[in-house]
């Protein structure tokens, strides 16, 4: 991926605490639990969250086992905890299972697995600018 890729999805609400997000041809639902004023059919953002962060490691080990012809099995499990002041995801673990690294490729796994793309910007931080639309009124249409 070039830094100057720029890529593109929508979250469109769908009622309640329900959003749907459209990417490349895909939907996926966003909800709150019902403790939350949702009616928890699909995950939270910060679970989607986590989940990129677990996903992209996934990825990454996987790729590094089947480029050298390992087996390629990589299952990750995620746990984090919410920090207060300001509210945000303020650690996250992963436990990795992967059964087709070898002794002597453990610590370059290891370290593929902290270079994957989401780790990384996390790591070095990331420019998030919100442009705020409120003037949704549609255009008179003429004759």
């Known amino acids: 991926m070039a830094g100057s890729d720029r890529r593109g999805l929508s979250v469109i609400h769908e009622g309640g605490t329900r959003f749907r997000v459209h990417v490349r041809g895909h939907d996926l639902l966003i909800d709150q639990p019902e403790g939350a004023g949702g009616e928890d059919m699909a995950p939270t953002p910060t679970e989607l969250f986590v989940a990129s962060i677990a996903g992209c490691a996934a990825f990454y080990g996987r790729t590094y086992l089947a480029r ?76």
Not at 98 to 114: K, T
């Open 68 to 143: 050298r012809g390992l087996p390629d099995r990589v299952d990750v499990t995620a746990r984090w905890e919410v920090a207060p002041r300001p509210d945000r995801v303020g650690s996250v673990s992963l436990e990795v299972t992967a059964p087709g690294v070898p002794p002597d490729r453990v610590d370059a796994f290891h370290r593929v697995l902290e270079h994957c793309l989401v780790h990384q910007t996390l790591r070095s931080g990331c420019d998030v600018r919100v442009a705020l639309r409120t003037d949704l009124r549609e255009e008179a249409s003429v004759g």
